[in-house]
Structures are given as C-alpha cells and as structure tokens.
C-alpha cells in the first residue's frame, strides 16, 4: 500500500524529476488509500522537486510557503482518481471504467499514467471459498488481470496490483 501511495505522488511528477507527468487511478478494495499519507509524500520531497512540481502546477510560492505547499498538496490528490471496490465483480468493473477514464483523458494535460489495485485478490478470496470454487475464481481472476493489462498496453499506463 505504501508503494502504491508513493508511485500515485511520483508518477505526477514532471518528466524531469523521474516523473511521467501524469494522474494516477487508484482501485481500492480493502479501504487503504489515505490522502494523509499523500500529504506526507509529498512533503517529504526534495525542496528542488517540490518547486518542479509548483511551477509545472502554476502554484505560487515555494516549499516554505505552507499556502502554496497545501495547494500543491491539493492539486496532487485531485489527479489521483480513487474508486472503491465493494465486491469482485465491483472491482471488475471498475478495471472497465478504468479503461474509459485512461480514454478520455489520454489528450488531457495530465493524462492516466498509472493504474493501482490494492489488493487485487482479497475480494476473489473471500468470495471464492474452497477448491469446489477454485476453477471459477480463477477464471474471473484471469478475465480481470486480462482487462488490467488491456489498460496498460491500449494507453501506455504502468499498472501495479
């Protein structure tokens, strides 16, 4: 989960600084995405990064400026799109909606970079209990890695699960 935070803050980050200057989508099914955890991300970087990261945003100030630091903060977490998944096929879904959010803003100034899925099986394994249920939730695990990874290639996104 802390990977999938940090890689959500850093995949914003412009080209010049390691990032893809992009927005993340974030597919949560285990009710693990924290903004204040963004927040500490962000604060954590390097000042040189940080004033990157206000000029690419047009955000006045500097990372002294607890104004410009908590818009800057603001701007990141409204470019990272968190959908939660209540069930396996609820998460299933959303990897479909995922593909049509990457579409529709594959032309935007801060295009879908990266796609997470914390955790890509806790709902297959609570739903799918035993081996008489083995060959089922495999095969909608297998459609669903098939609809993440259709994701990626179609609009050149990094996903992690």
């Known amino acids: 989960s802390q990977v999938t935070h940090q890689l959500?803050?850093?995949?914003?980050?412009?080209?010049?600084h390691?990032?893809?200057?992009?927005?993340?989508?974030?597919?949560?099914?285990?009710?693990?995405?924290r903004p204040e955890r963004i927040d500490d991300m962000v604060r954590g970087l390097s000042d040189e990064a940080l004033e990157a990261f206000m000029e690419d945003r047009e955000i006045?100030?500097?990372?002294?400026?607890?104004e410009a630091m908590d818009d800057l903060i603001e701007s990141v977490l409204d470019k990272i799109h968190v959908a939660k998944?209540?069930?396996?096929?609820?998460?299933?879904?959303?990897?479909?909606?995922?593909?049509?959010?990457?579409?529709?803003?594959?032309?935007?100034?801060?295009?879908?970079?990266?796609?997470?899925?914390?955790?890509l099986t806790?709902?297959?394994?609570a739903e799918y209990v035993g081996r008489g249920e083995l060959a089922e939730r495999q095969q909608k695990?297998?459609?669903?890695?098939?609809?993440?990874?259709?994701?990626?290639?179609?609009?050149n996104v990094a996903v992690l699960v």
Do not use: W
């Open 85 to 119: 998944a209540f069930n396996s096929n609820h998460q299933m879904l959303l990897a479909e909606k995922a593909q049509e959010l990457a579409n529709e803003t594959q032309d935007d100034e801060y295009p879908i970079r990266l796609l997470c899925v914390d955790s």
């Open 18 to 33: 390691g990032g893809l200057g992009g927005a993340a989508m974030f597919i949560d099914s285990e009710d693990t995405f």
């Open 60 to 66: 006045e100030g500097g990372p002294d400026d607890d």
């Open 122 to 125: 806790a709902h297959f394994r």
């Open 141 to 155: 695990l297998n459609k669903h890695l098939h609809d993440l990874d259709k994701v990626g290639n179609l609009h």
């Open 8 to 16: 959500c803050v850093n995949v914003q980050l412009p080209k010049e």
